[in-house]
């Protein structure tokens, strides 16, 4: 929304973006948590989920799910515009018919294409500001997209037995730790680039492309010493780091793009 702007937007469409955002976000979760309830309670890292534990009905969670993402697609379409509504329930949509209802069980591609339900977030806080959706709106979407498999990847080796478990296709159990570790590393190297082209589209200023260069070779590098790892358990471990890690990269590239425009804009 800064970057889109050029400068600090209003406080009251940052709120009702970010309040219209999570309500989409939250209603996504939950019809994923109904959908996947059965799994959920085969894996470990699901199992003190509300459906799992019986703390909430089946009935009262699809309901919930419904109400919150049918409020947030008029919250955003009164308090922010049309399009950006538009934007956060068809996120929605994404996620629970193509994602979880589609390919979560049926593909190894799963998180590649269903991740881009995720990137949308970025394409809404800039037609927030500006109405519309430009190049470089889509190559942010694009950075997220290509973030966000090495990003879930690196959890998926780490609870590869989960997954297994509950019969989940994901990249670690079907193609191995070193296959999925590869496809680690072209991932982060695209995000990388992409990285770099958004600084000259969008034309940021010298300290995001300094952020961004120093970010890039970590993610990369972390993805590559993932790949060199021939320890099973060894790798476990480096790749919850990395997955912590990729959390910390995309929290401070987007805090780079912030203050990057406000001190060149003078704030």
Not at 101 to 123: D, E, F, M
Request: net charge neutral; aromatic share 14%; charged share 10%.
């Amino acid at each position: 929304m800064i970057v889109a702007n050029r400068g600090l937007p209003s406080v009251w469409l940052i709120v009702n973006t970010v309040v219209g955002g999570t309500l989409a976000a939250g209603g996504a979760n939950a019809f994923n948590m109904y959908i996947d309830r059965d799994i959920d309670a085969v894996m470990k890292r699901t199992r003190g989920r509300p459906l799992v534990t019986g703390e909430v009905e089946p009935i009262e969670a699809l309901v919930f799910a419904a109400a919150i993402e049918a409020l947030a697609f008029v919250w955003l379409a009164v308090f922010v515009n049309l399009l950006s509504a538009v934007l956060a329930v068809g996120a929605c949509a994404f996620y629970v018919f193509v994602y979880t209802l589609w390919l979560k069980r049926t593909s190894t591609q799963n998180i590649v294409i269903g991740g881009a339900a995720g990137a949308v977030p970025v394409l809404i806080g800039w037609s927030s500001v500006t109405n519309s959706v430009g190049w470089a709106a889509i190559i942010l979407f694009g950075v997220i997209f290509f973030w966000t498999p090495p990003h879930f990847w690196a959890l998926a080796i780490k609870y590869e037995d989960d997954y297994s478990a509950a019969s989940v296709p994901m990249m670690p159990v079907v193609e191995g730790h070193r296959a999925t570790a590869a496809q680690m590393v072209i991932y982060s190297t695209v995000v990388w680039a992409l990285t770099i082209a958004f600084w000259w589209v969008a034309d940021m200023g010298w300290l995001y492309l300094a952020v961004a260069m120093v970010l890039g070779v970590a993610f990369t590098g972390g993805a590559v010493r993932l790949y060199t790892e021939t320890d099973r358990q060894a790798q476990k471990q480096q790749s919850l780091r990395y997955f912590t890690f990729s959390i910390t990269h995309l929290t401070v590239l987007f805090a780079a793009l912030a203050v990057d425009q406000l001190i060149g804009w003078g704030l």
